[in-house]
């Protein structure tokens, strides 16, 4: 059974910082596609960054280049979203998702579709006050 659990979710001050993390069960980070995604109220689902292991690429969504960091420790089997210069605009619910497929998918593709994820986190809230 896949389970990805996230934490790190909260409160902070605008320009302030928080560290997301995702543990996942059931399989390993090696070959995956992964990646972090955010939905604001009434907003649709945005791609915040995506790796894909087998294409070898790495997405970043221009909202938060410069201020995101995505990594991952494989011997943990947990990825990490590092969020910098926090702003308003950032809140949202966070998901992390792994799907282990086989396929060269691109991380561009993988963020911003056509490829859909199967395997999600709870997602964890993350409020950016001004």
């Known amino acids: 059974e896949v389970q990805l659990v996230e934490s790190g979710g909260g409160l902070v001050q605008e320009g302030g910082s928080l560290r997301l993390s995702c543990q996942a069960s059931g399989f390993t980070f090696d070959e995956l596609l992964i990646g972090w995604f955010r939905q604001r109220p009434g907003k649709e689902r945005e791609g915040v960054s995506c790796?894909?292991?087998?294409?070898?690429?790495?997405h970043y969504a221009d909202s938060v280049k410069g201020r995101f960091t995505f990594s991952t420790d494989d011997a943990k089997n947990t990825m990490y979203l590092q969020m910098n210069d926090l702003k308003p605009e950032d809140s949202a619910v966070y998901y992390c998702?792994?799907?282990?497929?086989?396929?060269?998918?691109?991380?561009?593709?993988?963020?911003?579709?056509?490829?859909?994820?199967?395997?999600w986190g709870q997602g964890t809230q993350v409020t950016v006050s001004s």
């Open positions: 790796i894909s292991r087998r294409h070898g690429s790495t």
């Open positions: 998702a792994a799907d282990p497929v086989r396929a060269n998918v691109p991380a561009l593709i993988a963020c911003r579709g056509p490829y859909e994820f199967d395997n």
